[in-house]
T-cell receptor, first 115, second 112 residues
Framework: DGGITQSPKYLFRKEGQNVTLSCEQN?????MYWYRQDPGQGLRLIYY???????QKGDIAEGYSVSREKKESFPLTVTSAQKNPTAFYLC??????????????FGPGTRLTVL | DAKTTQPTSMDCAEGRAANLPCNHS???????VYWYRQIHSQGPQYIIH???NNETNEMASLIITEDRKSSTLILPHATLRDTAVYYC?????????????FGGGTRLMVKP
């Protein structure tokens, strides 16, 4: 089945450690996105990538890094510089063939808890 | 992109229609109205979108006022599985990265 997978669903890390969240899609989508969601809040954009080997900062990129070496993969690293990393992280992708409509497909999310 | 205003929460009886309002008084002529929903601890799911005409699909109907300053998402026969946070998003046809800006949304509780 086509879709977006994020792993793991739950992740625990000690404070000061870097951690990488996985996002893979087999939808052949060009654009991919990372969002952060805090309890009771909406989604905030961290980074996005419209094409392989290119990515742009979103609204809250500080303390995060990404790479886009393959079309299918857009991993997010939460670094020790991120002050409040505990949150629910969501990955999404969008195919340019759906333009001008903006239907983003979301993964199931990774809940990161930093102890 | 235009800002949207939604009620924080709403209740609906199972089997009845759920009408979720959204105000977007500063919407521009080239901006679309999108609706997504997020069931607890899952990723958001696209529901429907529209420009100025009313739209209907298998999930819901979207009613946009003639002046486009507000819209209503209608779930015709709400079920318990429709309990979720519903996000109304307005975005331009072309913005850098084709990004969506999510606000707080409306928490819909469908009750038996």
């Amino acid at each position: 089945d086509g879709g977006i997978t994020q792993s793991p669903k739950y992740l625990f890390r000690k404070e000061g450690q870097n951690v990488t969240l996985s996002c893979e899609q087999n939808l052949n989508h060009d654009a991919m996105y990372w969002y952060r969601q805090d309890p009771g809040q909406g989604l905030r954009l961290i980074y996005y990538s419209q094409i392989v080997n290119d990515f742009q900062k979103g609204d809250i990129a500080e303390g995060y890094s990404v790479s886009r070496e393959k079309k299918e993969s857009f991993p997010l690293t939460v670094t020790s510089a991120q002050k409040n990393p505990t949150a629910f992280y969501l990955c999404a992708s969008r195919g340019t063939s759906s333009a001008p409509y903006n239907e983003q497909f979301f993964g199931p999310g990774t809940r990161l808890t930093v102890l | 992109d235009a800002k949207t205003t939604q009620p924080t929460s709403m209740d609906c009886a199972e089997g009845r229609a759920a009408n979720l309002p959204c105000n977007h008084s500063t919407i521009s002529g080239n901006e679309y109205v999108y609706w997504y929903r997020q069931i607890h601890s899952q990723g958001p799911q696209y529901i429907i979108h529209g420009l100025k005409n009313n739209e209907t699909n298998e999930m819901a109907s979207l009613i946009i006022t003639e002046d486009r300053k507000s819209s209503t998402l209608i779930l015709p026969h709400a079920t318990l599985r429709d309990t979720a946070v519903y996000y109304c998003i307005v975005r331009a046809l072309h913005n850098a990265g084709n990004m969506l800006t999510f606000g707080g949304g409306t928490r819909l509780m469908v009750k038996p």
